[in-house]
């Protein structure tokens, strides 16, 4: 048996999952409570839920990156739904000041990780440190068999995010593709949501495509290019 205190693997900050880059639509209030809670004026817990594709990995993430920039030790983990790593991972996590665990549901049903989350749970807030969970729905309706964690997945701010209305999506596509160093219209804003993927992380990704695309032929994003990119890349408009 080994005495050693393990410490969980480093994990790699997404490129632009910061506040900064962010838009917020009607989720001000969310961002604010994260920024407090990390700079310690705010919870101790968060539960941040929503369905997928309204930027709760960001926020995550962002939280992190906030903490780092305060000298605070930081981990972010997002779980998956077709395997879940060691639970080992957890042991030594109680030491960081902020955690953050994405897609905490995937834990439910699982009496190892339930067990092993349970007990750093208690140890990460004994020592008065922050923890930022997400997940699809509220902790209340996550299927977990361990009761006293379920409970515990319901103490602190439960807050869910926002969808972004059609308008605020354009207004989304234009602050992220400035931020990117390129402009597109409200016009090709609108044209996008109508003939692709309204999900905010398929449309992000459409952007860094449309960003290249533009390079290459030195065009700007007016719709008839649009229209020859968005055929190239899937064959046909809906």
Partial sequence: MTTARQLPLDFEFRANQTFDDFFPGANLEIINHLQKSIQGDGEQQIF???????????????????????????????????????????????KFDVVCFDNIEHI???????????????????????????????????????PDLKTRLNWGLTLKIQPLSDSE?????????????????????????THYERDLSSLWALLTKLDKASLAAKRKLTIPFLKQILGEETGSLR
């Avoid at 709760?56 to 997002?78: E, T």
């Avoid at 750093?120 to 996550?142: K, Y």
Wanted: overall charge negative; aromatic content about 12%.
């Fill in 48 to 94: 941040l839920w929503g369905p997928s594709g309204l930027g709760k990995s960001h926020l995550l993430q962002a939280c992190c990156r906030q903490a780092q920039s305060l000298q605070l030790g930081s981990f972010y983990f997002a779980l998956s739904p077709l395997e879940l790593p060691d639970p080992a991972l957890l042991i030594g996590l109680d």
């Fill in 108 to 146: 439910a049903g699982n009496p190892v990780w339930e067990m092993a989350f349970f007990y750093f749970f208690n140890l990460h807030r004994d020592q008065g440190h922050t923890l930022i969970m997400s997940a699809a729905c509220p902790p209340g309706e996550i299927a977990l068999q361990l």
């Fill in 169 to 193: 999506k354009i207004t989304a596509l234009i602050f992220k593709a400035d931020q990117m160093g390129f402009e597109i219209s409200p016009q090709a804003g609108r044209f996008l949501l």
